[in-house]
Each structure stands twice: as structure tokens, then as C-alpha cells.
């Protein structure tokens, strides 16, 4: 599906607070101490552990628990076994759910993409690219789910509703979800006293999950609003599951109240509808919208895109379990999305390099490096001490550098002016979290 016919979805206007709160785009399980050194190539990732102490006891006791004597046998109980739970007949079937023919892919939102490289570009910072990725991941709204069909599936297609971007493999699947979903996006609902039902009652459903009055069984309106309410409150039951859930009363109170209830008669108008046409009750404004409305609102592709809030709500349980599966490893290693976060990082110049172990980091500034020689003393302490001391702050650099000497005093500004400068011409390096680093190599010729 092209941008044209894309579904329009609650992302696609101005950016909320659930992806970006401030610069530190990491999670708080996530966040490094402030003392990580991210230019240490012989950092490990795991840190050694502790030879274990092998403290056997006294082995008396356990010669004790020896000298005991055999263990008495167990009486079995005489009389046939209970095999009911055995038997596979009186076991249900499972119904097995068949994978479609499917690749899923993962994007970065435009606009939630656009916020974050102006923050990154704002920032002057160096942001982990990994970890960007996994915000992505772990904020469904802040990404797009792209399906595809296999190349070898040539008679399977994707069906996409138009009102909100959901998906379904079978055409009667996505029909259901429109008619349950969006029936009131083209009916006017109105109410109006009416005359009160006349028969004898002598006793009244009721529903067990919201305790509402359904209505006599012998009375011509009670297996519509059966159906009314399933369809409208419990999508993913069945009808027979639904039924279940009924309870039948011999109250004449509750009739009566009933009665009452029952003058409010509920019809259904076209929004479109012109003056003079007939209003529709609940089964015929079904009736309607299943063969006239639906199928326009319906698009059946190859390849459709849709919101990840979408997403994780699919109803199609084959469609479903491929998307669980995908979010799941991408939830492990985001691959996808780190290799649409580098192409549109590098489409809009920023840098890449890599710290550490192989890690890679966005940043606006172009990592260049200096020579400490060639530079005032103040600034070639900062760099000589960077050089030895990688992964300090700015409040360290004040304390080894200047001892004694306040933050805000003139000493700390004379370590601290410069900083601003070395940072914006790349060589030095300031992290997300406020770590500082120099960049190591030979300077470039003039």
C-alpha cells in the first residue's frame, strides 16, 4: 500500500510525551552509572565473578543421614486406576492455527522519527544507537508494522480496513471486525418513547456480565438484542459462549422494569441518508452495513503498513501469532528498525562511529581528533586527563583538576569555558548521560 491509501491513525498528528521525555533516551534499567567508559576497548560486558567458596559441612551429619535405614515402601491403593483423564476421546481438540505466508518488518513513525533527530541534533550529545532502537520497540505507537506476503504465495493477499489501518487474512474476518467496530461511524443512533410490549411474561433474561435486562424469551426483540450486545461489547465470544452467561428470573418486578425499558425504542439513520428515508432498527442497520458499507471500506493488498498500537490488537489469530512472534524477536535485537534508524540517521547527515566494544553512537558532530601539544595548558590538561581518565564528568574534571575550587568559582570556569568550544568542533565527545571522552588517532592535516 503506497502513502496515498494509507489509513489515517491517532500517531499522525503532533507528538506525545510517550516516546520522548528528555535526552537520556535509555530506560532507567537501562541507564549507565556515570563512571561507564565507553572508549575502553577492554571493557567487558560481563564483570568476573567471585570464586565460590566450597564449603561441604560436616560430613558426620550427612553419615548420619546414612546410617537411617532404608526407606519404608509405599502401599499402593488397590482398585482400578482413574485413566478418564487419559483418554483422548474425552479430551477437546485443539484448533490449529496455520501460519500465514508473511514477512513483518519494523519502522520508526515519521513524526516520532523527525522529533527524535531534532532532539538528537539539539543535544549535541552522542546517543546509543541500539538502545534508540529498542525505545522504538518498546513504545508501540512510535513505530509502523510493515506486511508483507512471501513472493511464493501468489493467491494470498492482506485485507486492510480504511477507518483505522486493522488487517485480517480473510475477507469475512476483516467484514466482522468493520461491522463490530465502526457501525456507528455511519448510523445516527436515536431513541424515542414508544408504546409498552403487550403478552404474557412469565419470566425474563438477564445478562450475567452487566446484569442489563434482556428480555422475555418468548418476546420477538430478545434474540436481537442477544446479538446487539455480543457484537457490541464482546467482539471475540461466541454465540454459544454468550448464552452461557444468561440468566432467567421469575420476578414480576423485574419484568415490569422491563417494560419500562422497552418503550425506549433504539433506531439507526444513515448519516447520509435524505430527508424522508426510513429509520432502521439494530438487525436491519446490521443487515445494511455488512452488504453495502463494508465492502468499500476494505482494501485487499500485498504488502499493507499499519500502527503498532494496531498491531497488537489483530484479531486474525494466524496473523496475530506471526506479528507476537516478530515483536518478540525484535524485542531481543531490533534489526529492523537499527537498520531504518542508520538509513534515515545518514539521510539527514548525521554521524555514526563506533565506542567500546563495537558499539555504535548518532551524534550531530563529526568526531575529530586533536592534538593535546598543540593547544593552551588549560584546555591540554582537559585533554591529557580525558586521554588517561575516559568516561568522567564535567563535576570531575573541576575535582582533579582544580581541587577545592566550587563548580560556579573561576578556577572551574577556566577547566569548564572550554568545553562547550572542544565539544561543538567533535573533539570531545559528550555522551547521552553527560560522560566525556577524546577522540583517539592522529590529527587531521590542515
Same mark, same amino acid.
Given at each position: 500500500?503506497?502513502?496515498?491509501?494509507?489509513?489515517?491513525?491517532?500517531? /499522525?498528528?503532533?507528538?506525545?510525551?510517550?516516546?520522548?521525555?528528555?535526552?537520556?533516551?535509555?530506560?532507567?534499567?537501562?541507564?549507565?552509572?556515570?563512571?561507564?567508559?565507553?572508549?575502553?576497548?577492554?571493557? =567487558? /560486558?560481563?564483570?568476573?565473578?567471585?570464586?565460590?567458596?566450597?564449603?561441604?559441612?560436616?560430613?558426620? /551429619?550427612?553419615? $548420619?543421614?546414612? &546410617?537411617?535405614?532404608?526407606?519404608?515402601?509405599?502401599?499402593?491403593?488397590?482398585?482400578?486406576?482413574?485413566?478418564?483423564?487419559?483418554?483422548?476421546?474425552?479430551?477437546?481438540?485443539?484448533?490449529?492455527?496455520?501460519?500465514?505466508?508473511?514477512?513483518?518488518?519494523?519502522?520508526?513513525?515519521?513524526?516520532?522519527?523527525?522529533?527524535?533527530? $531534532?532532539?538528537?541534533?539539539?543535544?549535541?550529545?552522542?546517543?546509543?544507537?541500539?538502545?534508540?532502537?529498542?525505545?522504538?520497540?518498546?513504545?508501540?505507537?512510535?513505530?509502523?508494522?510493515?506486511?508483507?506476503?512471501?513472493?511464493?504465495?501468489?493467491?494470498?493477499?492482506?485485507?486492510?480496513?480504511?477507518?483505522?489501518? +486493522?488487517?485480517? +487474512?480473510?475477507?469475512?474476518?476483516?467484514?466482522?471486525?468493520?461491522?463490530?467496530?465502526?457501525?456507528?461511524?455511519?448510523?445516527?443512533?436515536?431513541?424515542?418513547?414508544?408504546?409498552?410490549?403487550?403478552?404474557? %411474561?412469565?419470566?425474563?433474561?438477564?445478562?450475567?456480565?452487566?446484569?442489563?435486562?434482556?428480555?422475555?424469551?418468548?418476546?420477538?426483540?430478545?434474540?436481537?438484542?442477544?446479538?446487539?450486545?455480543?457484537?457490541?461489547?464482546?467482539?471475540?465470544?461466541?454465540?454459544?459462549?454468550?448464552?452461557?452467561?444468561?440468566?432467567?428470573?421469575?420476578?414480576?418486578?423485574?419484568?415490569?422494569?422491563?417494560?419500562?425499558?422497552?418503550?425506549?425504542?433504539?433506531?439507526?439513520?444513515?448519516?447520509?441518508?435524505?430527508?424522508?428515508?426510513?429509520?432502521?432498527?439494530?438487525? =436491519?442497520?446490521? *443487515?445494511?452495513?455488512?452488504?453495502?458499507?463494508?465492502?468499500?471500506?476494505?482494501?485487499?493488498?500485498?504488502?499493507?503498513?499499519?500502527?503498532?498500537?494496531?498491531?497488537? &490488537?489483530?484479531?486474525?489469530?494466524?496473523?496475530?501469532?506471526?506479528?507476537?512472534?516478530?515483536?518478540?524477536?525484535?524485542?531481543?535485537?531490533?534489526? /529492523?528498525?537499527?537498520?531504518?534508524?542508520?538509513?534515515?540517521?545518514?539521510?539527514?547527515?548525521?554521524?555514526?562511529?563506533?565506542?567500546?566494544?563495537?558499539?555504535?553512537?548518532?551524534?550531530?558532530? #563529526?568526531?575529530?581528533?586533536?592534538?593535546?601539544?598543540?593547544?593552551?595548558?588549560?584546555?591540554?590538561?582537559?585533554?591529557?586527563?580525558?586521554?588517561?581518565?575516559?568516561?568522567?564528568?564535567?563535576? *570531575?574534571?573541576?575535582?582533579?583538576?582544580?581541587?577545592?575550587?566550587?563548580?560556579?568559582?573561576?578556577?572551574?570556569?577556566?577547566?569548564?569555558?572550554?568545553?562547550?568550544?572542544?565539544?561543538?568542533?567533535?573533539?570531545?565527545?559528550? %555522551?547521552?548521560?553527560?560522560?566525556?571522552?577524546?577522540?583517539?588517532?592522529?590529527?587531521?592535516? #590542515?
Amino acid at each position: 500500500m503506497d502513502d496515498s491509501t494509507k489509513p489515517a491513525t491517532e500517531e /499522525s498528528g503532533t507528538i506525545t510525551k510517550d516516546l520522548i521525555l528528555d535526552l537520556n533516551f535509555v530506560p532507567d534499567w537501562a541507564r549507565k552509572a556515570p563512571e561507564a567508559n565507553y572508549f575502553d576497548s577492554n571493557r =567487558g /560486558s560481563h564483570t568476573e565473578r567471585p570464586e565460590r567458596r566450597r564449603d561441604f559441612g560436616d560430613r558426620r /551429619s550427612d553419615s $548420619r543421614s546414612r &546410617d537411617r535405614g532404608p526407606r519404608p515402601e509405599r502401599r499402593r491403593e488397590e482398585g482400578p486406576r482413574n485413566t478418564d483423564r487419559r483418554r483422548s476421546q474425552d479430551r477437546e481438540p485443539f484448533e490449529r492455527i496455520e501460519r500465514p505466508q508473511v514477512c513483518i518488518r519494523f519502522l520508526p513513525h515519521r513524526n516520532y522519527l523527525t522529533e527524535v533527530i $531534532r532532539r538528537i541534533k539539539l543535544s549535541k550529545r552522542a546517543h546509543p544507537l541500539l538502545q534508540v532502537a529498542e525505545l522504538f520497540i518498546a513504545n508501540p505507537g512510535s513505530c509502523e508494522v510493515r506486511i508483507e506476503v512471501d513472493y511464493e504465495a501468489k493467491n494470498v493477499n492482506i485485507y486492510q480496513c480504511k477507518v483505522c489501518g +486493522m488487517v485480517a +487474512m480473510r475477507e469475512d474476518t476483516l467484514f466482522s471486525h468493520i461491522t463490530q467496530t465502526h457501525l456507528e461511524n455511519f448510523f445516527t443512533k436515536e431513541e424515542k418513547e414508544g408504546p409498552e410490549p403487550k403478552g404474557k %411474561f412469565n419470566c425474563i433474561l438477564q445478562c450475567g456480565l452487566t446484569n442489563q435486562l434482556i428480555g422475555p424469551p418468548n418476546h420477538h426483540s430478545t434474540a436481537d438484542k442477544i446479538k446487539e450486545i455480543r457484537t457490541t461489547h464482546y467482539k471475540g465470544m461466541s454465540e454459544d459462549e454468550y448464552k452461557s452467561h444468561l440468566r432467567t428470573f421469575h420476578d414480576a418486578e423485574k419484568i415490569e422494569q422491563w417494560k419500562q425499558l422497552s418503550r425506549k425504542e433504539t433506531s439507526y439513520r444513515l448519516k447520509t441518508a435524505a430527508e424522508g428515508d426510513k429509520a432502521m432498527n439494530w438487525a =436491519g442497520a446490521e *443487515t445494511f452495513f455488512k452488504t453495502s458499507i463494508a465492502p468499500s471500506q476494505c482494501v485487499k493488498s500485498k504488502k499493507v503498513s499499519l500502527s503498532g498500537k494496531i498491531a497488537r &490488537d489483530i484479531q486474525d489469530p494466524g496473523l496475530a501469532m506471526a506479528v507476537r512472534d516478530a515483536w518478540q524477536q525484535e524485542s531481543r535485537f531490533p534489526a /529492523s528498525l537499527v537498520g531504518s534508524l542508520r538509513g534515515a540517521f545518514r539521510s539527514m547527515d548525521l554521524q555514526h562511529f563506533k565506542a567500546g566494544r563495537g558499539a555504535i553512537f548518532i551524534s550531530d558532530i #563529526k568526531p575529530c581528533p586533536i592534538d593535546p601539544e598543540t593547544a593552551i595548558p588549560s584546555i591540554r590538561d582537559v585533554l591529557l586527563y580525558l586521554k588517561d581518565h575516559p568516561g568522567c564528568t564535567r563535576a *570531575t574534571l573541576v575535582e582533579v583538576l582544580r581541587p577545592g575550587s566550587a563548580i560556579d568559582s573561576a578556577e572551574a570556569k577556566e577547566i569548564l569555558s572550554p568545553l562547550t568550544w572542544l565539544i561543538e568542533r567533535g573533539h570531545i565527545i559528550e %555522551f547521552f548521560d553527560g560522560t566525556l571522552a577524546v577522540i583517539h588517532g592522529k590529527p587531521a592535516r #590542515k
